[in-house]
């Protein structure tokens, strides 16, 4: 059976101070790198066949760290899997993006909680289009521009897990981003919701079944440790 794990990348500095990284990347901190152990832990014996990774550095940091019990695994760098481009936002607190972005969508944004269900109930596009309009610089992606890339990814990472699968040669890991994390699971499981974002070090196994791809839930145990 086809099976594909899905990994958000251990925690960052950012991620603990509240900034918005996208395609600028910030270290990892001590928490997660332990939660990044905890992940090699959690795939030691899990037969891996392939592993993809975003080549931003967060994620490749996390990858080493989870592959440290498959040594003879080499994973493949993707450009397709970075996280969304937040345009003149990256780097900036997450507040001043999410704030207009939720009311152009007439939600109210409040870390806790944030009505993420509401805002992102029609899918992703509409929410990062909504980023791109109002991005003063132009630069932030469409939700075309993610919706192509995440086509293309999951092509090469599907094929790898068929290929895997019909020769009985083990799963597939993709270490990468939480929001585009949400769109991959989103385009791959249609009617699977997965909330507003895996935590960090979150594991999404999802497998083929009766002709479809089924997902199980979130696994954050990785990402509690203290």
């Not at 249609?190 to 839930?217: D, I, L, M, T």
């Given at each position: ?79 397709e899997l970075r996280e969304w481009h ?141």
């Amino acid at each position: 059976m086809a099976q594909i794990h899905f990994v958000r990348h251990a925690e960052t500095l950012f991620n603990v101070s509240g900034q918005l990284q996208g395609w600028c990347d910030s270290p990892l901190t001590e928490r997660g790198e332990r939660q990044a152990a905890a992940l090699c832990e959690r795939m030691r014996d899990v037969p891996l066949a392939a592993a993809f990774v975003s080549d931003l550095t967060r994620t490749r940091t996390t990858m080493t760290a989870a592959l440290a019990g498959h040594p003879q695994l080499e994973p493949t760098p993707l450009r397709e899997l970075r996280e969304w481009h937040f345009g003149s936002w990256e780097g900036q607190p997450n507040a001043d993006l999410w704030t207009p972005v939720f009311e152009a969508h007439g939600k109210r944004y409040a870390p806790s909680p944030a009505d993420w269900p509401g805002v992102t109930a029609d899918g992703f596009d509409s929410v990062i289009d909504s980023i791109h309009r109002l991005d003063p610089i132009g630069r932030a992606e469409t939700g075309a521009d993610v919706t192509a890339r995440v086509t293309a990814a999951l092509e090469i990472v599907v094929a790898a897990a068929g290929r895997a699968a019909e020769q009985d040669a083990g799963d597939v890991l993709v270490v990468t981003h939480g929001s585009v994390l949400g769109s991959l699971l989103r385009s791959l499981v249609p009617e699977h919701r997965f909330g507003a974002s895996v935590p960090n070090c979150g594991v999404v196994s999802v497998s083929w079944q009766e002709g479809k791809w089924a997902a199980a839930g979130v696994d954050s145990s990785c990402g509690q440790v203290a």
